[in-house]
Nanobody
Framework: QVQLVESGGGSVQAGGSLRLSCAASGNGFRIGAMNWFRQAPGKQRELVAGITTGGSTGYAGSVRGRFTIERDNAKNTVYLQMNSLKPEDTAVYYC?????????WGQGTQVTVSS
């Protein structure tokens, strides 16, 4: 069974930074491609960033240039560095691990950006 545990959320003022972490665990499990999603109140969950096993990255237009997704394969962990945060970035952030067997999600971590 794979588990994803997120951390690093919190409250910041506009222009501030936060770094989210997502640690994956499971018996003998190694992470593959990983994604970060977010869901704001009353809105659908949206893809924020993704990273492949080889380290190629992709970003939603709304965060490109401000957010950076990284991975540490030795720690089975993916990070989301969020800079120049805006109030519209306020949401619950989820890490996601898509596999052939199942689509795994973390429990979510709240990010609140005040103006």
């Amino acid at each position: 069974q794979v588990q994803l545990v997120e951390s690093g959320g919190g409250s910041v003022q506009a222009g501030g930074s936060l770094r989210l972490s997502c640690a994956a665990s499971g018996n003998g499990f190694r992470i593959g491609a990983m994604n970060w999603f977010r869901q704001a109140p009353g809105k659908q969950r949206e893809l924020v960033a993704g990273i492949t096993t080889g380290g190629s990255t992709g970003y939603a237009g709304s965060v490109r240039g401000r957010f950076t997704i990284e991975r540490d394969n030795a720690k089975n962990t993916v990070y989301l560095q969020m800079n120049s945060l805006k109030p519209e970035d306020t949401a619950v952030y989820y890490c996601n691990l898509p596999t052939l067997k199942a689509n795994y999600w973390g429990q979510g971590t709240q990010v609140t950006v005040s103006s």
